[in-house]
Structures are given as structure tokens and as C-alpha cells.
């Protein structure tokens, strides 16, 4: 059974940061793409962090870019988003998801298969 388990969502104030987890178990790990999203209230899910495990490659929304940093380890079949300097926008569901794709083709986000349950973001001014 393949599950994705995201951790470390909470309410943070603006500037300051968060790392969220997802632990990944049922598939194998290294030939997927994890990608984070997520959600906001009244907007469309978009694509914010994603990691190519077969290349290295990664992708970041043009609004988090310098300031989130997506990692895996391997080991431990985690993905990690490291989010720095938040901003009242960043508020958000976030989801960890999983896709049997690499290289340019992470950025379609219809090709994972895979989601968490997502995990709760709330950055106050």
C-alpha cells in the first residue's frame, strides 16, 4: 500500500520557518518524483517545490524560489521543504505527492499518482 505521510505544518509568524516532512512507504522511492503543493483557500492547488530522484533535478515556484529548499533523504524515503522567510501568502494546505516521472516531465502534475493527506500552513503578519 503506498502512503504519504506529511509532518511539520503549524502557524509560524512571517519571517520565520518551517520544515515540513513527507515520508514515503509502498513504492520505490528512488524512481519517483516527490513534489510539494498546495492549496489556499478559494485557489487553485499549485505546484511549489519538486525533486527528480532518478537526475537530481528540481523545480521551484517563481514565489518561493530563494527562500524553500526541497532535500530527500534516501535512507529514510523522506522528502524534506525547508521553508524560510515565510510570508502571510504561503498560508496554505500543503501535500506531498509521488510520480513515476524525471527530468522536465516533473513539472506535469498530472503524472503523480500518489498523494498525502496534506498538512496545515498558517504564517500570521
Known amino acids: 500500500e503506498v502512503q504519504l505521510v506529511e509532518s511539520g505544518g503549524g502557524l509560524v509568524q512571517a519571517g520565520g520557518s518551517l520544515r515540513l516532512s513527507c515520508a514515503a512507504s509502498?513504492?520505490?522511492?528512488?524512481?519517483?518524483?516527490i513534489g510539494w503543493f498546495r492549496q489556499a483557500p478559494g485557489k487553485e492547488r499549485e505546484r511549489v517545490s519538486l525533486l527528480s530522484h532518478s537526475d537530481g533535478l528540481t523545480y521551484y515556484a517563481d514565489s518561493v524560489k530563494g527562500r524553500f529548499t526541497i532535500s530527500s533523504d534516501n535512507a529514510k524515503n523522506t522528502v524534506y521543504l525547508q521553508m524560510n522567510a515565510l510570508k502571510p501568502e504561503d498560508t496554505a494546505v500543503y501535500y506531498c505527492?509521488?510520480?513515476?516521472?524525471?527530468?522536465?516531465?516533473?513539472?506535469?502534475?498530472?503524472?503523480?499518482?500518489?498523494w498525502g493527506q496534506g498538512t496545515q500552513v498558517t504564517v500570521s503578519s
Open positions: 509502498g513504492f520505490t522511492f528512488d524512481d519517483y518524483a
Open positions: 505527492a509521488a510520480g513515476p516521472v524525471s527530468g522536465p516531465f516533473i513539472v506535469v502534475t498530472t503524472e503523480y499518482k500518489y
